[in-house]
């Protein structure tokens, strides 16, 4: 089974009669839904209060899970697999350094430490296949 990348080369995807369109707008939509559901579900947790500040820091949890799943920052390249796998040991790390009372500087550290190592083990497999 071929992958067809849709949103590199759309043109191709239209000379092989592909509906290109169609699939970029379903992916889109099931991205759209599962953020809204992730938006229901963490708002739940917060018991229903809506605090802005609330996720600050987030995203360097999420681009740290992404990057020790395998997948690359230069994009192209991961899996759905891998990503769960990063996101349980970030979630393991995140959640040692609050048993053993790191203060939340030192925890970003340490995501910033393990993103730096992932992203010099993704540079040298790259290195390997050019």
Same mark, same amino acid.
């Given at each position: 089974m071929s992958v067809l990348p849709v949103s590199t080369s759309p043109q191709s995807a239209r000379a092989v009669n592909?509906?290109?369109r169609l699939v970029e707008l379903i992916v889109y939509l099931?991205?759209?839904l599962f953020s809204g559901m992730a &938006?229901?579900?963490f708002f739940a947790?917060? &018991? &229903?209060i809506g605090?802005?500040?609330e996720a600050i820091g987030y995203?360097?949890?999420v681009i740290a899970a992404v990057a020790i799943g395998g997948a690359s920052l230069l994009g192209g390249r991961g899996t759905i697999l891998g990503t769960m796998i990063g996101a349980l040991i970030i979630t393991i790390l995140r959640n040692g350094g609050v048993k053993m009372g790191w203060p939340q500087y030192t925890?970003?550290?340490v995501m910033g430490a393990v993103i730096v190592v992932a992203v010099v083990i993704d540079d040298l497999r790259n290195k390997d296949r050019a």
């Open positions: 592909f509906a290109a099931i991205g759209g &938006g229901v579900i947790r917060l &018991g &229903g605090q802005p500040t995203e360097l949890f925890q970003e550290i």
